[in-house]
């Protein structure tokens, strides 16, 4: 069993920023990919931004530029800087892990820009 337990999220003015944490914790033998995804009201989850196990990333077109993906693997956690945020990017947004032969998500935590 694997818990994931996001943070961080609330609500801000656009042109804000927010860091978001993720803390996994139970069977964690080795983490291979890291990521947030975000889901919007009415709209489909989406892939926010990825990390490897190399500290390879990739990011969707929305955010590149002002968001960051990072990992502390002695800590088992994921961490999302949200730079610049727009009224757009409000969506409960969630943490994934990928592990040999297992997915987690996390229960999401919300962000909400006002502009």
């Known amino acids: 069993q694997v818990q994931l337990v996001e943070s961080g999220g609330g609500l801000v003015q656009a042109g804000g920023s927010l860091r978001l944490s993720c803390a996994a914790s139970?069977?964690?033998?080795?983490?291979?990919?890291a990521g947030w995804y975000r889901q919007a009201p009415g709209k489909e989850r989406e892939l926010v931004a990825i990390?490897?196990?190399?500290?390879?990333?990739n990011y969707a077109d929305a955010v590149k530029g002002r968001f960051s993906i990072s990992r502390d693997n002695a800590k088992n956690s994921v961490y999302l800087q949200m730079n610049d945020l727009k009224p757009e990017d409000t969506a409960v947004y969630y943490c994934?892990?990928?592990?040999?032969?297992?997915?987690?998500w996390g229960n999401g935590t919300q962000v909400t820009v006002s502009s």
């Open positions: 139970g069977s964690i033998f080795s983490i291979l990919n």
């Open positions: 990390i490897t196990g190399a500290g390879s990333t």
């Open positions: 994934a892990i990928r592990q040999p032969g297992m997915f987690s």
